[in-house]
């Protein structure tokens, strides 16, 4: 299976008290048995961040070293010509509550030519996302 990984999912698969964690615990469980999972640097920043404000520093640290050392996950860089992209996504998508790092998820899922994205927040799949689980 391939798909992005988003915020939401990786918050609950490292937070145990993440209202989440025990489906995406499940979902990652249920996963093929090579799953690719591609997400990016602006996604990471986010889980860091705010893992390090509601589950602690070490939780935050761990967390991300652990992501950044397994072969399940694909880190994307995002450059300025994805975050060009990504501010033409915020302005066609002007009328939908998308974060700067929602926009730079969608052109890179457009292109990695990606469909589908593990998460558990709905701002994707109205923009035309399939949402797993």
């Known amino acids: 299976m391939k798909c992005f990984i988003d915020t939401s999912a990786l918050i609950a698969l490292a937070d145990r008290t993440d209202q989440y964690h ?3 615990s499940r979902f990652l469980q249920a996963a093929s048995a090579a799953p690719e999972f591609h997400t990016s640097n602006y996604v990471l920043n986010e889980v860091i961040t705010r893992l390090r404000f509601t589950a602690g520093v070490r ?3 761990d967390f991300a070293e652990s992501i950044r050392a397994s072969r399940l996950y694909q880190i994307h ?3 300025q010509q994805i975050e060009g992209l990504a501010l033409a996504a915020l302005k066609k998508y002007a009328d939908h509550p998308l974060s700067f790092t929602d926009c730079t998820t969608i052109v890179l899922m457009e292109q990695l030519r990606l469909t589908r994205i593990f998460a558990f927040d709905e701002d ?3 923009v035309g996302y399939l949402l797993l689980p």
């Open 22 to 24: 025990a489906q995406a």
């Open 77 to 79: 860089p995002i450059d």
């Open 124 to 126: 994707l799949r109205k």
């Open 59 to 61: 939780v935050a640290v």
